[in-house]
């Protein structure tokens, strides 16, 4: 088999594998910070009473799938998406699509991803690779996170497609249609749509768990984290949060600057909307995060500890919740020149 | 953040591969830039593998005074819960839960110890004497 494909890397693994699956039919118009801002992937949410690694469950983009399924969709490609209860099945549909030439994206779990390193590997099942040929009993795979391809034998790689645990993979398949046309048009179109999307998910979910309305939050309960949870545990839930904002696949900044990527490219299509304006805000947003992993820093290195530090530590997240609540408002009042 | 404000800080994912940040160029513009890592974040990802290694050590304990099986132990080791060692043996969490005292563990089946041990990707001996090979 050889099969058309180039691997790029990319900031976070879903707008990543996006991008490297829509590059042939788009001509290379769809970059990652497209595909994560027309998939509308900023997000922030602390959901309550569940805890990932004993620690808080807090996340800086969208659910996972949502990207690929959302850039697709606005950009009017139809999606081909499968699960399998048998691994004999998904290992069978899988060489069926690398034979006839097509390139496919697969939702895997870390734990097991051998070429990860060991510091990095958890049982987070919601990672997506490309699968783009297989050699022998090999596969090559095109992982966003790396600089060059990896290789995988058939047993790891039905490993982690059948990894267990929350939103476990399920050996899931997924591929956009071929020949599809993107035009400017569409491009448009989505871009549009993906902020509409993201301003609804980041200002109108209820409740004080999402959106800037549960950054607000979770910055008022840092401040009660010190007595709640002790010194200790409380350093360790920052330091979960700063890994959540920070680590891979994230691009630094808890996501933000990709949005601040996506929102200039995307006055390149849609000029006199004051998008590049915008944009700024978002790399400040961005910023605002990144001094607030230092401040988390130094409590979880212990260098930092009183109850002034958490309260500055929570003043920070009400602070950024301030800015990009205006910034949202700002693409929610949007008039489309 | 600006291009050349990307931190260089060599982390564990460094040593693999470098990781792509969005900053922006002297004129404003967005690029992608790689980072080989930031301290901040290697930081923050050595105190949860700190938290982990407490944990292990206090599985370890508790295996050998008895109060629980050598399962606790890989668990701990691991990062699982019964749910997901549940899943990826095909028990029911109850069974797991039952196989953690030493009692019931001791008189497993090899059949179903080999499905542990394929779960933590151990020898069924290792699994006995709570051995592991880096890997």
Known sequence: MKIDFEHHQGAHCESGVTTNLLRKSSGGKITEPLAFGIGAGLFFAYIPLITINNGPAIAFRTMPGDIFNRTCKSLGIPVTRKKFSSKENAEKYLIDRLNEGTPVGCQVGVYYLPYFPREYRFHFNAHNIVVFDKVGDNFLVSDPIMETTSILNSYELERVRFAKGALAPKGHIYYPAKNVSITGETIKKAIKSGIKKNVHNMLYIPGSFAGVAGIKNTGKKIKKWRDKLGIEKAGSYLAQMVRMQEEIGTGGGGFRYIYAAFLQQADVYLPGNQLQEISVTFTKAGDMWREAAVHAAGIYKGRLGSQEDFNTMGDYLLEIAEVEKQAFKTLKGLKWQ | ?135
């Open chain 2, 1 to 135: 953040m600006k291009k050349d404000d990307v931190p260089q800080d060599l982390g564990a994912l460094g040593k693999i591969t470098r990781e792509i940040c969005y900053a922006t160029d002297s004129t404003g513009k967005y690029v992608a830039e790689q980072s080989t890592g930031w301290d901040v974040k290697s930081k923050a990802l050595d105190v949860a593998w700190e938290d982990i290694q407490k944990r292990i050590a206090a599985a370890k304990q508790k295996v050998l005074k008895g109060d629980a099986s050598p399962l606790l132990f890989f668990m701990e080791y691991r990062l699982m819960d019964t749910a997901i060692l549940a899943g990826y043996t095909g028990f029911w969490q109850w069974q797991v839960k039952r196989h953690l005292k030493p009692g019931v563990f001791n008189k497993l089946s090899t059949q179903k110890l080999q499905k542990y041990a394929e779960a933590f990707n151990v020898k069924v001996d290792d699994l006995k004497t709570m051995t592991v090979n880096e890997d």
